[in-house]
């Protein structure tokens, strides 16, 4: 209790990470939790390449990626096996944090709080799989966490639930492996992940079944049929479409929820579409001096816009310290329009550049994305769902509107 911290950052991944780092070099006093026994968070089992192109300007694996800001923790107070368990916001400017760690449970004093606490896997209850509750049933986390952490196959014979980046890069993982994946099961009509991923289906030759999904699973002891059905338009079930696969491994890899129950408990509105807070265009949350960057803001496709999330947040942490708070004259609203569904920051003040990350609804080809109080399109040539727009506005842009700014993505005439 006797120290001070100016940062908090709760969640020690690639946003929390990149956050400290940019606080250190801000001059702030900072305090990294983690409630790992090691930082690096989901990074450290995504031994395959893909990440840093944008942040750190090379392809890298995950672990590469993670030790390349670990690297430059030096110097920073870090506390590892810390589990938050409690945000207590006194005053703007005075916040506690309590957790416990292997030195039992502790509160320190902060001037602001980071969160960077990542987000959570849907389980096979939340998308309405019955049947025997069986051996063999895992999100893609824990088998991907099984192979990559341990060395252990959770299976022979794989059933993924799933076509985002996550659930083909486990297709490919367990091929590589040796165990046979019979099917990608995938609930929409297009497959979620990026192209380069998708490619992995064909190149292992594993079927696809877009709009269907499965229902329920059946085993003595472990998992030895999954049943599954077609959906039509509205996603509601085929009578008479129903078959069984046999497989001794289920794999649910059905998105990701922001992780923010501790924010909830303290009054941080919550954006319905994204599923993390509300924020300005500091990333600050509804409760002043609390930012949030990374998957618990909105899930990236990315890891590198994550960590510039963390930046981001950094910076903001840094000016509400300086000025008592976000100075701004007025905020002007960002609005979601045709074909967008969900996005970020939802206040701008005018005051700054600013990027916007947005995901859209469904894909569309030749098509015009645009802000249309102030008048900027952006010709794109494709938008899928499974990939961000990242969109940078430029302040004289955002000072045009008056109080609002529509985002919508429509057909180029």
């Not at 209850?125 to 192979?147: H, K, P």
Request: charged letters at 25%; a neutral charge.
């Amino acid at each position: 209790m006797s120290e001070v911290y100016d940062v908090v950052v709760i969640g020690g991944g690639p946003a929390g990470m990149a956050a400290t780092i940019r606080a250190k070099e801000l001059g702030l006093k900072v305090l990294l939790l983690d409630d790992n026994d090691y930082l690096g968070g989901i990074l450290l089992q995504c031994i395959h390449p893909g990440f840093g192109i944008h942040y750190f300007k090379e392809e890298l694996t995950g672990p590469e990626f993670a030790y390349r800001l670990m690297n430059k923790l030096d110097g920073v107070e870090v506390k590892t096996s810390a589990r938050v368990l409690e945000i207590i916001n006194y005053s703007d400017l005075e916040k506690f944090v309590v957790f416990t760690s292997p030195e039992g449970v502790q509160k320190v004093s902060t001037k602001t709080i980071i969160y960077t606490a990542g987000a959570r896997e849907r389980h096979a209850f939340e998308i309405g799989i019955v049947g025997d509750r069986v051996a063999g049933i895992y999100t893609a986390g824990e088998a991907q966490t099984l192979m990559d952490i341990y060395g252990i196959m959770p299976g022979k014979e794989i059933v993924i639930v799933g076509s985002g980046d996550v659930g083909l890069i486990m297709a490919r993982r367990f091929s590589l492996e040796g165990a046979k994946v019979k099917a990608v099961i995938e609930l929409m009509p297009y497959p979620g992940g990026l192209a380069r991923n998708i490619m992995i289906l064909k190149d292992f030759n594993i079927p696809l079944y877009l709009s269907h999904k499965v229902v329920e699973v059946r085993g003595r002891g472990r998992v030895e049929k999954i049943k599954v059905v077609k959906v039509d338009e509205n996603l509601r079930e085929i009578s008479g479409t129903e078959f069984w696969i046999e497989a001794d491994t289920l794999v649910i890899s059905a998105g990701l929820i922001p992780n923010v129950k501790l924010l909830t408990e303290i009054g941080v509105v919550i954006d319905p579409s994204t599923g993390g807070p509300i924020v300005n265009d500091r990333l600050e949350t509804s409760v002043p001096g609390i930012f949030v960057a990374g998957n618990a803001l909105l899930i990236n496709d990315l890891v590198d816009y994550v960590a510039e999330q963390g930046e981001l947040a950094a910076e903001g942490a840094k000016e509400f310290i300086e000025n008592g708070g976000i100075p701004s004259k007025r905020w002007i609203r960002l609005v979601k329009g045709e074909n967008i569904r969900l996005l970020a920051p939802h206040y701008l003040s005018g005051e700054r550049d600013v990027w916007i990350y947005a995901r859209v609804a469904r894909p569309m080809e030749d098509v015009v994305v645009e802000f249309v109080e102030i008048g900027k399109k952006i010709k794109l040539p494709v938008v899928k769902p499974a990939e961000m727009l990242r969109i940078k506005l430029r302040a004289k842009e955002i000072s045009k509107a008056e109080d609002k700014i529509t985002m919508k993505v429509v057909k180029h005439e």
